[in-house]
């Protein structure tokens, strides 16, 4: 019997794909149209809305705690980059190794913390940060390394980067699986092959696994850039933006400025900015990373 | 192209027809259901004073009107101003809420605060039965926008006198200068002078700084700055205040992980044993009956700062009030307004105040209870001097908040110094 696939009429196309059309418009497409639109008035909620054309706009160019904001992002997100991918990475080649025992069990576990929420990750690590009777000065302590111990989250020098190991504790595990996954999927004979030539281990990953996964590693970067430029639970939980302003991020001072201080217009053109800022960020490692091309 | 045009028009249509019919969650009640939010954690999960009165009454009120259905929800009170202003911003705001009084202006605006004062002078002694100033907070513009259900000291400094005594304070001190002093004295001996949980934010400016403000002048500079009329946060008084607040942060008189506690871990620190000190509202009285341990509490003390050199008049002076109101929804039209009135008046009423100050609270009514029966620090605090004048940051503007919170964690970690403090809240003030 003969299959043909019969070209779905007009109707068709739209039933099957208004569902899709419909929730995707309603959660993202509309509120920025909607944030954009509010972000050219004076609004505080209710119905008084009063013009003020790029008001907003230029108050924003002009606002040195959200360029502080902005900063402090970019150092946690390059953190954030090296820690999950990097490391991602390098759990990722080890695990392919023969002699890792039991691959599966670790593969699992490192896994694991991706499935926890984010709020719960925040609460954790705020319990292992403890000054008190966290885990981490318990066990600096008793490994007798008691002039390590640090105010891990009242220290304004140090907090992005205690905040960036408990996201990049979460993550890890997801990019792992993502580079396993191409990892696996190298052509044995490949491998083989530089062994018999005599590659070492090491250049074994550098010179045959990376480029040959350099799109999957491309693909991780920027779903690491993206998720980690709009960060905000963990940070939110763990220290509200504080000490002061030290771990403030862009998505948390939108929240402040529409939230407690409920400028939600100028809230709103933050967010316009936040998704101008990624889409450059992301657009512009897009092309350096494409520019470099190894198949 | 064009399909997809077509497409994206009827998605439009199709998403702004559902976004037009969505309902609230929560809202005005309609016909004998009164709706209402409030941040009073249930009674199993906090010794409060407020809220084991507002449920207790509540309870009664239901029994003693089963006609009438009360739909409460509870929301914890670090996220109540968030959700309240959210419940503002979407206009779904229910019967009746609590609020402070620097969103009354937004709210009378937006015509979704009713007043009061009517009823007020309807009802003679209903009106009497409140403290002299309770309603001082809620009068805006000549009218009265909520009830008080509290009158309170935002400012109570709880001492250990064993602690003090090891460094050598038989009494607490009687000047400022010998209360820095004695910071010093304290932490010789290895103790944290003053345990600080100021994670929220709002702690160290609404609790101590404020305070500290009245240490070099009085409510009469707030009034002037509040109206404009020539005070600023520049002012010397201010910026004294900022600086005595370095001066302690700088001498260590305050646990180095303070903005990583909250106000109720400032208070386990303190019941440790391991701070002589915690500065904290009259609520935290409750608290103290209710979960300090046996000999912390046999050696706890009340004071409020003491007085600077030179500025005596100035004593006794702390920020405190009514703080929050109990405000009803401008919107509830007039056939309902009795009832919800005759709900907030049998809940906030004679009895919520007998309950709250029996369990160590400090309703806006006065109680009637036999004041032998009371708790020894419930007894000590009623008997501190106290004068009140407003609370800044919960008069102000939620902009120049914001700004005097955040700024102000920025002087304690050694960011800012107290100069640029006062400039940066000038800045938003004007």
């Known amino acids: ?295 | 192209m064009k399909r997809f045009l077509s497409l994206g028009k009827a998605a439009v249509a199709m998403t702004l027809a559902l976004g037009f019919c969505a309902v609230p969650a929560f809202s005005q009640g309609t016909g004998k259901t009164i709706t209402m939010i409030h941040y009073n954690a249930p009674p199993e999960a906090t010794s409060d004073a407020n809220s084991q009165a507002f449920y207790a009454v509540l309870e009664k009120y239901r029994k003693a009107h089963p006609d009438v259905t009360i739909k409460d929800e509870f929301i914890t009170h670090d996220n109540y101003e968030l959700k309240l202003k959210n419940m503002v911003a979407s206009n779904s705001l229910p019967d009746v809420y609590f609020s402070k009084p620097d969103l009354f202006p937004v709210l009378r605006e937006k015509g979704l605060i009713a007043p009061i004062s009517a009823y007020l002078n309807a009802d003679k002694a209903y009106a009497a039965s409140f403290k002299e100033g309770a309603f001082n907070d809620f009068n805006q513009a000549g009218v009265v926008w909520g009830v008080p259900f509290q009158l309170q000291s935002n400012h109570v400094v709880f001492y250990n006198k064993d602690l003090l005594k090891k460094a050598g304070y038989s009494e607490f001190p009687k000047t400022m200068e010998d209360f820095v002093e004695m910071c010093k004295k304290i932490k010789a001996t290895g103790v944290t002078p003053i345990a600080m949980g100021n994670k929220g934010k709002w702690l160290a400016p609404s609790i101590i700084l404020n305070t500290m403000v009245y240490r070099y002048t009085d409510g009469a500079w707030f009034d002037s700055l509040y109206n404009k009329k020539g005070a600023k946060f520049t002012d010397d008084a201010f910026v004294s205040a900022a600086r005595l607040m370095k001066t302690l942060v700088d001498l260590g008189a305050f646990n180095p992980d303070m903005n990583s506690l909250s106000n109720d871990q400032q208070r386990d620190v303190y019941y440790s044993g391991t701070a002589a000190m915690f500065i904290e509202g009259s609520w935290a009285v409750a608290q103290v009956i209710a979960n300090a341990p046996a000999d912390v509490k046999a050696a706890t003390g009340l004071a409020v700062l003491p007085p600077v050199k030179g500025k005596e008049k100035f004593a006794n002076i702390v920020a405190g009030g009514a703080g929050w109101a109990v405000c009803m929804n401008g919107k509830i039209p007039e056939a309902r307004k009795k009832m919800v009135l005759d709900f907030v008046k049998g809940v906030f009423g004679q009895e919520y105040a007998d309950i709250s100050a029996s369990k160590g609270g400090q309703p806006a009514i006065k109680p009637k209870i036999d004041a032998s029966k009371l708790d020894p620090i419930q007894a000590a605090y009623s008997q501190l001097p106290l004068i009140f004048a407003p609370i800044i940051d919960v008069q102000c503007p939620a902009k120049i908040v914001d700004v005097y919170y955040n700024d102000l964690q920025d002087l304690l970690i050694g960011k800012l110094s107290p100069e640029d403090y006062a400039k940066h809240v000038e800045a938003v003030n004007n």
């Open chain 1, 1 to 295: 019997m003969e299959w043909r696939i019969q070209k779905p009429n007009k109707k068709m196309l739209f039933c099957a794909l208004a569902p899709g059309i419909l929730i995707y418009s309603f959660i993202i497409v509309f509120p920025i149209l909607f944030s954009i639109f509010y972000s050219f008035y004076d609004w505080t909620g209710g119905d008084d809305l009063n013009f003020i054309g790029i008001g907003n706009y230029i108050l924003m160019l002009h606002d040195a705690d959200f360029f502080l904001s902005f900063r402090n992002t970019a150092v946690i997100t390059a953190l954030n980059v090296v820690g999950q991918v990097g490391v991602g990475l390098a759990i990722a080649i080890v695990l392919t190794r023969e002699y890792v025992k039991l691959p599966g069990l670790h593969r699992t576990l490192i896994f694991m913390p991706v499935i926890i929420s984010p709020v719960v990750t925040g609460l954790i690590w705020s319990i292992v940060y403890n000054n008190r009777s966290g885990l981490l000065n318990l066990a600096l302590r008793s490994l007798g390394l008691g002039s390590w111990i640090q105010l891990w989250l009242d220290n304004p020098d140090i907090v992005l980067g205690s905040i960036s190991v408990a996201v990049i504790w979460q993550y890890i595990g997801l990019y792992m699986v993502i580079l396993l996954g191409a990892l696996e999927n190298i052509p044995q004979s490949v491998i083989e092959s530089s062994m018999i030539d005599g590659a070492s281990p090491f250049q074994q990953a550098i010179k045959i696994m990376i480029p040959m996964i350099y799109p999957t590693l491309k693909v991780a970067v920027m779903i690491c850039l993206a998720g980690t430029l709009k960060i905000f639970d963990h940070i939110f939980v763990m220290t509200g933006g504080g000490p002061g302003k030290s771990s403030m991020t862009m998505t948390q001072y939108d929240y402040n400025i529409s939230f407690n201080m409920l400028r939600l217009s100028y809230g709103s053109t933050l967010s316009i900015g936040i998704i101008v800022i990624i889409f450059v960020i992301t657009g512009a490692t897009l092309k350096v990373m494409g520019g470099k091309r190894y198949e």
